[in-house]
C-alpha cells in the first residue's frame, strides 16, 4: 500500500498570503489529521476530517481551515499568513479516527517571509 | 526575531541496554495513549498505544506502561539499536472543553541518541 503523500514538501510564501497544502492518505482511510510542528511549540493538532466533515479541531485561528474530499484527499490553507505560520504541516491519515493508529506523511515546510 | 526552540530532554544509552523514556499528560480524561518515533526529515512514525482500561502493553522491542494515578506514560526500548535514534513523542487522545472536541496532545518529545 502506498503511504500518505503531501504535496507540496517545500514552499515559500509572503507574508499576508494564503496557501494550500494537500494530503493524499492511504487508500481505504476515511479520517485524515492536520498537525503543525515547530520548535517553539512542538506538535499540535490542528484538525481531523472524516468522510467529508471537520469532526474534530484544535486551538487554531479561524485562518486555517480544511477540506476533505469524496476520495478521502484533504487540503489546508491557511490565508493572511504570518511569519509565525513557518511550519513543518504533517498531515497523518487512519482507518477510523483519531483513537486509532495514524499513519503519517513527510510533511509541508512551509517558510513566511 | 529569533524563535526560542523546545529545549528537548536527552537520553543518551549504550547500544545493547535497555531505554526508558517518560512522559506526563495532563487530562484525566485521556482515553488513548501513543508513542511515536520522528527520524529526522521524516513524519512521526507510529510505534505503540495503549488504551484507558490498560497498564502495560508489549509489542517487538517495545513495552508501555500507563499509570493513571499520575497520569505518567513510559516506553520502554530492550536491547536498543543505533536504528533506534530519534525523537520520541508521547500523546494522548482525549476530550479538550477548551476546543469542545477530541484532540490529541503531544509532549514536547525526548531525542534518543544511541552510542555504538
Known amino acids: 500500500k502506498a503511504g500518505v503523500t503531501q504535496t507540496p514538501r517545500y514552499l515559500i510564501k509572503t507574508r499576508g498570503q494564503q496557501v494550500t497544502l494537500s494530503c493524499s492518505p492511504i487508500?481505504?482511510?476515511?479520517?485524515v489529521s492536520w498537525y503543525q510542528q515547530t520548535p517553539g511549540q512542538g506538535l499540535q493538532f490542528l484538525f481531523e476530517?472524516?468522510?467529508?466533515?471537520?469532526?474534530n479541531k484544535g486551538n487554531f485561528p479561524g485562518r486555517f481551515s480544511g477540506r476533505q474530499f469524496s476520495n478521502s484527499r484533504s487540503e489546508m490553507n491557511v490565508s493572511t499568513l504570518e511569519l509565525g505560520d513557518s511550519a513543518l504541516y504533517l498531515c497523518?491519515?487512519?482507518?477510523?479516527?483519531?483513537?486509532?493508529?495514524?499513519?503519517f506523511g513527510p510533511g509541508t515546510r512551509l517558510t513566511v517571509t | 526575531g529569533e524563535s526560542v526552540g523546545l529545549h528537548l530532554p536527552t537520553l543518551s544509552v549504550q547500544e545493547g541496554d535497555n531505554s526508558i523514556i517518560n512522559c506526563a499528560y495532563s487530562?484525566?480524561?485521556?482515553?488513548?495513549f501513543i508513542w511515536y518515533k520522528q527520524e529526522s526529515g521524516k513524519g512521526p512514525q507510529f510505534i505503540i498505544d495503549?488504551?484507558?482500561?490498560?497498564d502495560k502493553r508489549q509489542g517487538q522491542r517495545v513495552t508501555v506502561l500507563l499509570n493513571k494515578t499520575v497520569k505518567h506514560l513510559s516506553l520502554q526500548i530492550a536491547a536498543t539499536q543505533p536504528g533506534d535514534s530519534a525523537v520520541y513523542f508521547c500523546?494522548?487522545?482525549?476530550?479538550?472543553?477548551?476546543?469542545?472536541?477530541?484532540?490529541?496532545?503531544f509532549g514536547k518529545g525526548t531525542k534518543l541518541s544511541v552510542i555504538p
Open positions: 487530562n484525566s480524561a485521556s482515553d488513548y
Open positions: 500523546a494522548d487522545h482525549g476530550l479538550y472543553s477548551g476546543a469542545g472536541s477530541y484532540q490529541l496532545t
Open positions: 497523518a491519515s487512519s482507518s477510523h479516527g483519531l483513537s486509532y493508529e495514524q499513519y
Open positions: 476530517y472524516f468522510s467529508e466533515t471537520q469532526r
Open positions: 487508500s481505504g482511510h476515511r479520517s
Open positions: 495503549i488504551r484507558s482500561n490498560m
